[in-house]
């Protein structure tokens, strides 16, 4: 069952999507493995398939 993983704040920017720091490698899997860890450490083992993110206004902003 698709989960749902809810951050209450605004502005959810690229870099912490994928943190730059990874942004040196265009490796699908490597870039999976390092989203969301600098806003929630654990998202890659709780995240499934059809699982969504649910967040404030201005999700992925930044230029990355």
Sequence with gaps: MAKAHVYKRDHVNTDEIIPARYLNTDDE????????????????????????????EDFGCGSS
């Design 29 to 56: 899997q490597e870039l999976a493995r390092h989203c969301m860890e600098d806003l929630d450490k654990d998202f890659v083992e709780k995240a499934g398939e059809g699982d969504v993110i649910v967040s404030g």
